[in-house]
Nanobody, 123 residues
Framework: QVQLVESGGGLVQAGGSLRLSCAASGRSFSRSTMGWFRQAPGKERDLVAGISWGGGSTYYADSVKGRFTISRDNAKNTVYLQMNSLKPEDTAVYYC????????????????WGQGTQVAVSS
């Protein structure tokens, strides 16, 4: 069992930066693949970035490559999403999620979810 709580969302101007954090509780965090998803109104929930349990493998959606960085600190049971050069199209609710498989891209493969944090980017 893994419980996830996101923080760090907010309102930022285009070109700005935010860092999201996801604090996890539960003994299986360090063995879990972690992913950051986002969902804009009327759209599907899509994987933005994922990281393997040891941090050695990462995945990024094409739309965020070169701007977002996912990282994790297993000693602190926390996964991060550093978001730079934000664009209005990055506006969405961001969710972190945990999976037992190597960085699946489908939301259905993730077993545990946080409650989400809102990110709004103004133009």
């Amino acid at each position: 069992q893994v419980q996830l709580v996101e923080s760090g969302g907010g309102l930022v101007q285009a070109g700005g930066s935010l860092r999201l954090s996801c604090a996890a509780s539960g003994r299986s965090f360090s063995r879990s693949t972690m992913g950051w998803f986002r969902q804009a109104p009327g759209k599907e929930r899509d994987l933005v970035a994922g990281i393997s349990w040891g941090g050695g493998s990462t995945y990024y959606a094409d739309s965020v490559k070169g701007r977002f960085t996912i990282s994790r600190d297993n000693a602190k049971n926390t996964v991060y999403l550093q978001m730079n050069s934000l664009k209005p199209e990055d506006t969405a609710v961001y969710y972190c999620a945990a999976a037992s498989r190597p960085i699946p891209t489908m939301s259905q493969a993730y077993d545990y979810w946080g409650q989400g944090t809102q990110v709004a980017v103004s133009s």
